[in-house]
């Protein structure tokens, strides 16, 4: 299971649909549950061991890419625009939410999109928060435990 509050789980679980689209930063428990879901996910991985241990538990068109950190981490495809769901929970959040707001602002997504930016409580995070949200119709903060924090929150956000 994702990482997510429970909350924003099941917040998530309710809208998501076998055939989405899911690019991911961070790759885990979270890659694999969407693939099982029926979720094609693209995962941005930075570590080669865990990338080829996550990478094993998908078939293809899923994938983990691996990524150097820099910009091929943080801009790993042209487009989000074929995303159904986007996963900040990786290294380099704050600038992967600046690449997503930027292709957002250029409306280079797809509609409905809903943006998922873990571990929103790290005071460090709240700049790229407050930059999604403002370009979003809808941003919900969830507050509450996950399979690994007792008190976390997870932002989701909505274009």
């Given at each position: 299971m994702p990482a997510f509050t429970f909350p924003a789980l099941d917040f998530v679980r309710e809208r998501i649909r076998p055939g989405f689209e899911v690019l991911e930063w961070g790759s885990g428990a979270s890659t694999v549950w969407f693939h099982r879901q029926g979720c094609t996910i693209t995962s941005i991985e930075h570590d080669p061991r865990w990338h080829e241990k996550v990478g094993a538990f998908l078939a293809p068109p899923s994938?983990?890419?691996l990524r150097e950190l820099g910009a091929e981490y943080v801009r790993p495809v042209s487009s989000i625009a074929k995303f159904n769901l986007i996963v900040i929970d990786g290294r380099s959040r704050s600038?992967?939410?600046t690449y997503v707001t930027s292709q957002i602002a250029e409306g280079r997504h797809s509609p409905g999109l809903v943006v998922v930016f873990d571990d929103t409580e790290r005071v460090h995070y709240r700049d790229a928060v407050r930059s999604l949200s403002a370009l979003s119709r809808e941003c919900l903060v969830f507050s509450g435990?996950?399979?690994?924090?007792?008190?976390?929150?997870?932002?989701?956000?909505?274009?």
């Open positions: 994938v983990v890419l600038e992967c939410a435990t996950s399979t690994v924090v007792l008190n976390k929150l997870t932002t989701v956000l909505t274009f």
